[in-house]
């Protein structure tokens, strides 16, 4: 049997590693429009961190080794642009100018996510830069270092903006943000979301909400951001408004497209064709709060959707219940972590939540060293289940959503979640965990 | 409704604060033989660290609080002897040597545990101490300062002995750690129990297996523990070899005691008489795995019993699920967490359990200030379900244990617990948090 995977990412190679190892007498191929594979995109900002790390200090599994100790086909440098679903084929052109075409038995699309550029003028312009593959990272590290950036402002302020905005910080560059909506970090409530803003002004970064960006101007070797009553002279910037799902490969194949143009796919990762599977940032969900769809393109379930698939096409039943939107990221002395739904999001989907946001202590009373610990939980009136959780601390906040998250998937009460044993003592949290004390709380109101 | 409470820390004043903002109204009495009450034991570790705090920092809240904020008759130096139950009355004789004699309509027995003391020669020596109560910590803090104590045996290796250790290691106090039993931490495997045990002895800590003392001997202001073939020379013997449910009082009035000598309640936290309570460390609890009694005398189930006592007198109907047998302590760079069962533990309950070890990272590849996190995971065949964890390591274990515990309120099965959507970001784990990659594996097993 022929498995053609389009895209060498998390996903892909993860489902083409587990394929072999399933079955190694597969035919495996990869093709990916690159020249890189399987690198942790994820640490990009860690690594742009530090002036003496190479960005290949990322790269998980080089090429050679899936070549040479997994025989896999991995032709890097190869991009897909169409997939014929009547033949069973997928062709393109690698980078060396060839025409190529595959015949397959089973296809993952495994194409990932782009960054967001908006159709503005001098969004093209050198120095304007976005963080998504390896290459993006590449060019943006030696941008810094041979352009000598003492400046950058970043357009918009979500995990990758914070986490370049840090990273930034650390190399002693100056940096603005600039974004046009009103709210910082809209998915918190205001008193947690305004501890992480607190944060970022104190490390020295001008925060810039409401600021529309009109164009972006290069002169005197400098760029200009314009909104309509501000202008960021800057050497870089860097656009971070989000990404999409590279879902057009799929849509011209004649794949249904689900929420936000993501490749709509089943528990088992099959598209609207039986034979295509999709996986990673490209692709939708279930939610496990919702039973919706929703897109929420992370790491972790990109690996999980590429070993379902790699399952799933070596006849084993690999369902995937779903991700929960758990998520944490650190912006310099502080975690921020999130699991299930906001207030906002739950109404969507017909709860009825009520909040608590409450804050305690990341050790025992009277430890020394202890911080505050900022907890938002959300839970409905009508059923009594937890929805969601945000957390904001300097320290004590990564792990502890996981718990969490675990009582989403199991669509926990928040009474049931109020009698769950946690771990205690005094160097690591209260003796009521943080999570507790809100959920005792939320209990209230429910 | 007169409320009558026997013990005034964790579970008796968290029963008596509920008690009193359910009902002002309430008629509530603590009875407390000590001076000291509503204190965090378990903070005395860290407090006996360091010779500038007062051992009354750890007291949560004052005694005239509860008296005059709370309107609680709260009578400290009390030591009740008897309760009556056919006339439902308690007395006992005060610090003072007044004899008292309280009526109750809804009794609480709260009266905690004691250090297990072993009835041989010489362990009743000045110098030779054990740690349970705010007045054990206050004379061993005393001891160590007024006698220049400059080497400690501790005799036991439990969580206090170990917590110990570290206090007295920080005080540049030498410290020998002795106890009869062949295997360090044996509720861990091997290869956990022996990183453990290597970063104790890193810290210049002897460590005597098998070794039963024989007696305690005092000559030249010393003290000598003897073994059969050892002897060792010491300032203070510290007494950590377990504690044991206060329950003699329980048992003289007639009520049953189950496991340990535990107070047997059901999960209203009734005796077997009807109109008495009992919370906190002299009494059993349901374990949330096996579905039968355990005795696992900890802060967050005292606390957490007091206030189901306080709904329960209070009309409204507070049902304890149970217990995980989820801890954490830390011992030097270490955080130790369990949750659920041992392999051993799970067969005496019947499972069929299987069990990986696994190594992984605190950080994700190649982040710097990654550490070794090992994971032990325990299953059952029979069932697929996930029973029980155990995790070491420098970072990240003190709060991820929590997701584990989740899974087993929900008895989730390991293949759905592999399932779960766990926060990542390459600061704080890698792309699949240690206890997937230990459930990815255990998987295989079952």
């Not at 070596?314 to 739904?341: H, I, M, N, P, Q």
């Not at 608590?356 to 939980?377: D, F």
């Amino acid at each position: 049997m022929k498995f053609v995977v389009i895209g060498g990412d998390a996903a892909g190679m993860s489902a083409a590693s587990r394929a072999k190892r399933n079955n190694p007498d597969l035919d495996v191929t990869v093709l990916e429009k690159t020249m890189d594979v399987s690198y942790s995109a994820c640490g990009m900002p860690y690594n742009i961190a530090d002036p003496e790390r190479k960005i290949e200090d990322l790269v998980v599994r080089q090429a050679h080794v899936f070549r040479e100790k997994q025989d896999i086909n991995l032709l890097t440098g190869h991009c897909v642009e169409s997939i014929d679903t009547a033949n069973m084929t997928v062709s393109g052109t690698s980078l060396h100018g060839n025409t190529f075409k595959f015949l397959y038995d089973k296809l993952l699309i495994a194409t990932g996510g782009s960054p967001i550029i908006p159709d503005v003028e001098g969004f093209d312009l050198p120095g304007v830069m976005a963080l998504k593959s390896l290459d993006d990272g590449r060019k943006i590290k030696a941008y810094i270092q041979f352009n000598n950036v003492k400046k950058v402002v970043i357009i918009g302020m979500g995990y990758i903006a914070l986490e370049m905005c840090e990273t930034l910080r650390a190399r002693s560059i100056d940096v603005d943000m600039v974004k046009p909506r009103t709210v910082f970090l809209p998915w918190m409530e205001k008193e947690l979301a305004d501890v992480v803003k607190k944060e970022v002004e104190l490390n020295n970064v001008n925060i810039y909400l409401e600021h529309q960006v009109e164009k972006i101007e290069g002169r005197d070797r400098k760029l200009h951001v314009i909104c309509s009553d501000l202008s960021l002279e800057t050497d870089m910037v860097l656009v971070a408004i989000g990404i999409k799902p590279n879902s057009e490969l799929a849509a011209r194949a004649g794949l249904d497209l689900g929420i936000k143009n993501a490749i709509a796919v089943n528990k088992k990762l099959q598209t609207s064709n039986k034979n295509i599977y999709a996986a990673g940032d490209c692709t939708d969900a279930y939610h496990v709060v919702t039973g919706e769809k929703a897109w929420i393109p992370l790491a972790l379930r990109a690996n999980r959707a590429g070993w379902a698939v790699a399952d799933n096409i070596c006849g084993k039943d690999a369902k995937l219940s779903g991700v929960a939107g758990t998520a944490v990221f650190k912006v310099f002395d502080l975690e921020v972590a999130r699991t299930g739904l906001t207030v906002g999001e739950a109404k969507k989907f017909g709860f009825e939540p009520v909040k608590v946001v409450i804050k305690s202590r990341s050790r025992a009373h009277a430890h020394p060293g202890a911080s505050t610990i900022h907890v938002q939980m959300v839970g409905d009136t009508k059923t009594g289940r937890l929805l969601g959780t945000q957390m904001v601390g300097k320290e004590g906040v990564a792990h502890r959503i996981n718990a969490v998250a675990v009582a989403l998937h199991n669509q926990m009460t928040v009474k049931d979640y109020c009698q769950t044993d946690l771990a205690y003592a005094p160097p690591f949290g209260p003796t009521w965990d943080p999570t507790l004390t809100a959920a005792n709380q939320l209990l209230k109101k429910i």
